[in-house]
């Protein structure tokens, strides 16, 4: 049965210039960082090789969400995870990092920022998540436990039936962490891009 509400709380938890195109592959073999240019913002495809990537925002607004409860694979198997699907979002200071175990190199971080003087504008985000926290936010329309297979808040994510499903108008959040297996974005506009690779545990959070 559907539960709605006009403002559910989340607590504890879920440009580019057209200049050049940047290409960041399967850097010494950790995760995949692939950027296409596109009419002023970038397509984006962000993954990790052995491990959930890192993300957080010192703020967060978006609009049209849905998600439903899934899995990602483990090891032989898979755990739990929430798959989730913003239509468009805009973030302050933007962190993005990966942690992976190289031979013979060790621990190495992958570490993108942006957005610390102009917020990062997202469309088309889909996020297989394990974790997502914000000690303040908010959930606007909010529809938590509708059935995955009806969700109709934007055209991005629809679950199979009988599966819990949320959906929401929109969403505020500040100091929002987020770990997941994978991001994907339709178009990215970035400002001060900053990409680096570090020696050692250098995550977000």
Known sequence: MDRTSSEAALEGGTSWGRTALMLV??????GAIVVALAQGAVAASF????SDMKASFSSLDGGDITGYASSVPSGSGSRPAVLLALKNAKGKDLCLSSLQKVPLVGAMSI???SGQQEPVAIDGMVANASELITPDGTLTNAQLGRDASTLDQNNLLK????VFGLQASGLRATNVHLSAATVNASTLRLTGLSIKVLPGDHQCY
């Open 47 to 50: 993954g990790a090789a052995n």
């Open 25 to 30: 592959p399967s850097l010494f073999a950790v």
């Open 111 to 113: 570490q993108v920022h």
């Open 159 to 162: 679950g199979p039936p009988g």
